[in-house]
């Protein structure tokens, strides 16, 4: 069961964070017998009580700090990109778990831009197939792209929604190939090694918040409570300000504030999992791992382009898991004039996130704009997600003004290049063809880029990287980083289930090397 | 096509157990809320908002209006951030302080009198050059009027559709999820999904 340790312990290892990139290494590291402390800014909800079918209620569920979004394309946060509390932002991810293809790995060595990653695909397949079973992903019995796997997934897909079903309309009449999609959401009910019972999916649509009858495969049904069962200790409502260092160059203590008071807790390893803004951040603040002056620099966020357009059939969009349909026929495109590919999905969406697009970017307001939304019922859409590439242009800096904790505000630079112009401009072409194929009316763009990646990169060379590919930094022997500011480079998937395999790995890497790292 | 719904359905969803207690009580409490009197804007500029709101989101419920005014003077109140801002604006109650002053000052620039004075055609003509980025007066110097117009309607399109009665204005029911939804199949409704009227 859960351990509780004194302030006076020196803990194994303190894992700051607990989202798709602290949660499944705490685990591991706590079934290793390691004395192992979490530490997570947010709180700890309780589904049922705590997340109301309202899309307001859940804003809880976002880092609403304020951060500042420059550039020419500048990135939203809090609702986007963003996420606090146990179980970070896999609370309101919308549980799409697509897997990478093997050349998603290697953008320089075929097309001589952007980095190769430092690890193989087969070592994170490995990863991929572990926790698509542990946490319960459910797929197709057979997936069309990529290396065969090992199993197929562990549960059928889930209920196809109105956008899905219309998507393989206008897929089949436009000759793409669809499939159901991996979403780690239970088709099922099942037993969770940790927890319990979780039920099977409602099909409430509601996952881009929180699911309140835990059959999303968030951190806090999966990860989290196979921790706490290994002996982890969590701590929630613990905000790290500092990492300290003693004379040998280690990070010897972790200083938070929990309730208005400092506390500080001593520690061999520190893992930091806080997110692509405020791991570099928390990096900046204490001035360190940053001899290669790297921290914050790569900052990337996928191509994101969505359609949108309103339909003769009812389809209502709040029913049904958002994205049940996939292509991947667009991975490398015959006529691409671009560097990497995308992924085509279906998406269903609550209403305030969907109108709230439509505010900012359909152009219409006053009467014209009611109209509009009284067709929400009859709405759907369908987006890419898509490679980005590293530019120096794109980086994340602390500002002069500080936040409502006294903390300088991230400054975060983003401007899509002339590659992401390229595939965008691509993606839009098919996804319109797509749609009106599928009987679409009144279509409509929504520019966005997401999911943030990159800012405190992995790689062999030490001059040009922040941490080698375990996700330990080469400054500070004691201090590894976990999450999606590791990636080398973008990926056309979404980034969830690849984060949770490099959690594994470094949580495998860490405790085979531990005796030769515990110098 | 202009779809409508039948009023009164949300309102009556949340009196039954298709709704978690943790739903009802959010949405009662929101339907249920006083108008609030505006400690952070100045009269002046409550009264401006509210004319400005009117036109980007005309009401005429007669089940009751959406204070959408108040929402927004509760958040900058509480000095509440949504996480991020645009790094080319203002903090938040900066911008609106000067966008309303800027709004003002168009309205005069453009047709001789202050925004809320005017017939809604040149209130409406006074939008639009904020919208595109264009409208006259110094103050905009100090806001990007583009920038702030998206934020503006953004957040008051935010207030008015989490808002049951916005809600049954869409014939949204997705709040009603207790009894799990089966039918996902396009044009497939279950019993308590209004259907449209026309």
């Given amino acids: 069961m859960s351990n509780q340790y004194s302030l006076n312990d020196t803990v194994d290892a303190i894992v700051i964070g607990t989202g798709a990139g602290g949660a499944p290494l705490l685990a591991r590291l706590a079934a290793a017998g390691?004395?192992?402390?979490?530490?997570?800014?947010?709180?700890?909800?309780?589904?049922?009580?705590?997340?109301?079918?309202?899309?307001?209620?859940?804003?809880?569920?976002?880092?609403?700090?304020?951060?500042?979004?420059?550039?020419?394309?500048?990135?939203?946060?809090?609702?986007?990109?963003?996420?606090?509390?146990?179980?970070?932002?896999?609370?309101?991810?919308?549980?799409?778990?697509?897997?990478?293809?093997?050349?998603?790995?290697?953008?320089?060595?075929?097309?001589?831009?952007?980095?190769?990653?430092?690890?193989?695909?087969?070592?994170?397949?490995?990863?991929?197939?572990?926790?698509?079973?542990?946490?319960?992903?459910?797929?197709?019995?057979?997936?069309?792209?990529?290396?065969?796997?090992?199993?197929?997934?562990?549960?059928?897909?889930?209920?196809?929604?109105?956008?899905?079903?219309?998507?393989?309309?206008?897929?089949?009449?436009?000759?793409?190939?669809?499939?159901?999609?991996?979403?780690?959401?239970?088709?099922?009910?099942?037993?969770?090694?940790?927890?319990?019972?979780?039920?099977?999916?409602?099909?409430?649509?509601?996952?881009?918040?929180?699911?309140?009858?835990?059959?999303?495969?968030?951190?806090?049904?999966?990860?989290?409570?196979?921790?706490?069962?290994?002996?982890?200790?969590?701590?929630?409502?613990?905000?790290?300000?500092?990492?300290?260092?003693?004379?040998?160059?280690?990070?010897?203590?972790?200083?938070?504030?929990?309730?208005?008071?400092?506390?500080?807790?001593?520690?061999?390893?520190?893992?930091?999992?806080?997110?692509?803004?405020?791991?570099?951040?928390?990096?900046?603040?204490?001035?360190?791992?940053?001899?290669?002056?790297?921290?914050?620099?790569?900052?990337?966020?996928?191509?994101?382009?969505?359609?949108?357009?309103?339909?003769?059939?009812?389809?209502?969009?709040?029913?049904?898991?958002?994205?049940?349909?996939?292509?991947?026929?667009?991975?490398?495109?015959?006529?691409?004039?671009?560097?990497?590919?995308?992924?085509?999905?279906?998406?269903?969406?609550?209403?305030?996130?969907?109108?709230?697009?439509?505010?900012?970017?359909?152009?219409?307001?006053?009467?014209?704009?009611?109209?509009?939304?009284?067709?929400?019922?009859?709405?759907?859409?369908?987006?890419?997600?898509?490679?980005?590439?590293?530019?120096?242009?794109?980086?994340?800096?602390?500002?002069?003004?500080?936040?409502?904790?006294?903390?300088p505000k991230p400054r975060v630079h983003f401007t899509n290049g002339e590659n992401e112009h390229r595939m965008t401009a691509h993606a839009d072409k098919i996804m319109r063809q797509i749609w009106e194929a599928a009987g679409a009316k009144n279509i409509w763009a929504y520019q966005r880029n997401a999911h943030i990646i990159g800012t405190c990169r992995m790689g062999h060379d030490g001059g040009a990287n922040v941490v080698n590919a375990d996700g330990q930094s080469f400054d500070v022997p004691n201090l590894?980083?976990?999450?999606?500011?590791?990636?080398?480079?973008?990926?056309?998937?979404?980034?969830?289930?690849?984060?949770?395999?490099?959690?594994?790995?470094?949580?495998?890497?860490?405790?085979?090397n531990r005796n030769r790292l515990n110098v | 096509m202009d779809y409508h719904y039948p009023a009164g359905t949300v309102r009556a969803l949340l009196q039954t157990d298709d709704v978690t207690e943790a739903t009802r009580q959010t949405l009662t409490e929101r339907l249920e809320k006083p108008r609030r009197q505006p400690t952070f804007f100045q009269p002046d500029e409550a009264e401006l908002l509210t004319c400005i709101i009117d036109r980007l989101l005309p009401q005429d419920n007669p089940a009751g209006r959406i204070d959408i005014v108040g929402v927004i003077d509760e958040r900058l109140t509480g000095n509440q951030s949504d996480g991020w801002r645009y790094d080319s604006m203002p903090a938040d109650r900066d911008a609106y302080r000067l966008g309303l002053k800027a709004t003002d000052e168009s309205a005069v620039a453009l047709y001789g009198a202050p925004f809320c004075e005017l017939p809604t055609e040149q209130q409406d003509e006074v939008l639009n050059a904020i919208q595109a980025g264009t409208p006259p007066g110094i103050t905009w110097q100090q806001v990007p009027a583009d920038r702030f117009f998206e934020e503006l309607f953004a957040e008051t399109v935010g207030a008015y559709y989490s808002h049951p009665l916005g809600q049954e204005e869409i014939g949204y029911v997705g709040m009603a999820d207790v009894p799990t939804w089966q039918r996902t199949k396009l044009n497939d409704l279950e019993a308590r999904e209004p259907r449209p009227i026309n």
């Fill in chain 1, 34 to 407: 390691l004395k192992v402390v979490a530490l997570e800014a947010g709180q700890y909800w309780d589904p049922k009580k705590d997340f109301p079918t309202d899309e307001v209620g859940q804003d809880k569920l976002f880092w609403n700090d304020e951060r500042l979004s420059a550039g020419t394309d500048p990135v939203p946060f809090g609702s986007n990109n963003s996420g606090i509390g146990v179980g970070g932002s896999t609370l309101h991810y919308t549980a799409y778990t697509p897997r990478v293809q093997p050349d998603d790995l290697q953008l320089k060595t075929d097309f001589g831009v952007g980095v190769d990653w430092p690890i193989s695909f087969d070592e994170i397949a490995t990863y991929y197939d572990e926790i698509e079973h542990f946490i319960g992903v459910s797929g197709p019995s057979e997936y069309p792209w990529g290396p065969a796997r090992k199993r197929s997934y562990p549960m059928p897909p889930l209920p196809i929604n109105g956008a899905g079903q219309l998507m393989e309309r206008g897929c089949e009449a436009v000759g793409i190939k669809t499939s159901l999609a991996a979403n780690a959401a239970l088709s099922a009910g099942r037993h969770q090694e940790g927890l319990g019972h979780r039920a099977a999916c409602a099909n409430r649509g509601f996952c881009q918040a929180g699911c309140n009858v835990g059959a999303k495969s968030s951190m806090d049904v999966t990860y989290i409570p196979l921790a706490l069962s290994k002996g982890a200790e969590l701590r929630s409502e613990c905000y790290v300000t500092q990492l300290v260092k003693n004379s040998s160059g280690r990070i010897s203590e972790v200083v938070y504030l929990q309730n208005g008071q400092e506390k500080r807790q001593k520690c061999n390893y520190v893992f930091l999992c806080a997110g692509a803004i405020e791991t570099p951040r928390l990096l900046m603040l204490n001035q360190l791992a940053n001899s290669s002056g790297q921290v914050g620099r790569n900052f990337m966020a996928h191509t994101g382009l969505q359609i949108w357009g309103e339909f003769d059939e009812d389809i209502r969009p709040y029913k049904g898991i958002p994205g049940s349909v996939i292509s991947e026929d667009t991975h490398r495109p015959d006529d691409a004039d671009f560097a990497g590919g995308y992924l085509l999905q279906s998406i269903g969406v609550m209403p305030v996130t969907y109108l709230q697009q439509m505010a900012r970017q359909r152009g219409l307001w006053g009467e014209a704009f009611k109209q509009a939304a009284r067709a929400y019922n009859h709405v759907a859409g369908i987006n890419i997600l898509g490679d980005c590439l590293p530019y120096d242009f794109n980086y994340m800096e602390l500002s002069d003004e500080k936040d409502g904790r006294g903390i």
């Fill in chain 1, 480 to 512: 590894f980083i976990s999450d999606n500011s590791t990636f080398p480079s973008a990926l056309a998937v979404n980034p969830a289930l690849t984060i949770m395999a490099l959690s594994l790995r470094t949580a495998d890497q860490f405790l085979a």
